[in-house]
């Protein structure tokens, strides 16, 4: 099978199509033809190893010191189950299915478990905008429920609105009765508003840390709001959710944190079964649906980690590939 493979660090033209052997479904597995997948940031920080301040050397302990041990990226899929190993019982063949994994996607056909990350995909979309479900949706619903605990009425910020985890921020925060303000740049506010956004900030021309203004949740997808800058913006209670930020800043997210008073708050989502399975209903019901930007074949892979790596998407960069 044809696979995108990076075997060093560096530039987008460190990835190269080949010719690797095709997986075969073990036992509680599923093969999965792969109709369409992602290229997203956490790619690009692992290809390029631009990761957030303090991070470099546990990426490389983690990933691999001199080069990477899995070779082939990729964090979100869409496709058609194609085998199953012995005891699967969830899937059966010819389901189409989206799912979330940490590497492995940039491929003609990936293996999963059944108990991993990995959902029937909602029949009202695509496979391209299935396959851009996981990773902005996981993302969004773990740092808004299970980190921010948002409640109907809550006033949330979100820095960084039109990238992947932005785009589905807004979704989930309107979702769960939230008042939003997003954050971005003069030419994504038609498409922030269209996705629900209450009241748009032009960053280039308002610093919302300035206007006088107080939220009960702060997410930074960006990174340039820290606990420093965003402290005197939030309410008595409020949260400040560091999606993206350096270590020394996660370390002060702990230090600063109290039980009874504004916090900020750091972590790592977990890809689950049962974030798929709600996002999928929510799809379904048209209440949740990722912004494709782009869409790249796989012969193009090197042009969309550039694109990426450019800073100027919008919403999701989709890859459509063939089972071959």
């Not at 957030?52 to 990729?74: A, D, Q």
């Not at 496709?79 to 979330?100: C, P, W, Y």
């Amino acid at each position: 099978m044809r696979a995108a493979v990076y075997n060093k660090y560096g530039p987008p033209e460190v990835v190269r199509i080949v010719e690797v052997e095709k997986p075969v479904a073990k036992d509680g597995e599923v093969l999965i033809g792969i109709h369409a997948t992602s290229v997203n940031s956490g790619d690009s920080r692992m290809r390029s190893l631009n990761v957030p301040e303090g991070f470099g050397v546990i990426v490389r302990l983690v990933f691999g010191i001199f080069s990477p041990r899995n070779p082939v990226l990729g964090m979100e899929l869409a496709g058609t189950i194609e085998a199953i190993g012995r005891d699967v019982t969830k899937f059966k063949v010819g389901d189409e299915v989206f799912a979330a994994c940490m590497f492995g996607a940039h491929a003609q056909y990936r293996v999963v478990k059944q108990d991993a990350a990995i959902a029937l995909k909602p029949e009202n979309l695509s496979f391209e905008e299935a396959a851009a479900l996981s990773f902005g949706g996981t993302t969004a619903l773990f740092f808004l429920k299970e980190k921010g605990n948002v409640k109907r009425g809550d006033r949330i910020l979100i820095n960084g609105a039109s990238g992947t985890v932005g785009v589905a921020a807004i979704q989930l925060a309107k979702h769960f009765g939230a008042q939003v303000s997003a954050v971005c740049s003069a030419g994504n506010s038609e498409m922030v508003t269209s996705l629900g956004a209450d009241r748009v900030i032009d960053y280039e021309r308002e610093d919302f840390t300035e206007n006088g203004e107080v939220y009960d949740i702060i997410m930074d997808n960006v990174g340039n709001a820290p606990w420093s800058r965003s402290k005197d913006s939030l309410t008595q209670t409020g949260r400040l959710l560091m999606v993206v930020a350096g270590l020394p800043q996660m370390l002060q997210a702990a230090f600063v944190s109290r039980k009874n008073g504004r916090r900020a708050i750091a972590g790592t989502p977990a890809d689950s079964a049962e974030a798929l399975l709600f996002l999928g209903k929510l799809a379904r019901q048209g209440k949740y649906r990722p912004h494709i930007d782009r869409v790249f074949g796989l012969e193009d892979i090197v042009e969309a980690h550039a694109y990426v790596d450019s800073g100027r998407k919008r919403g999701s960069v989709v890859m459509a590939l063939q089972p071959g």
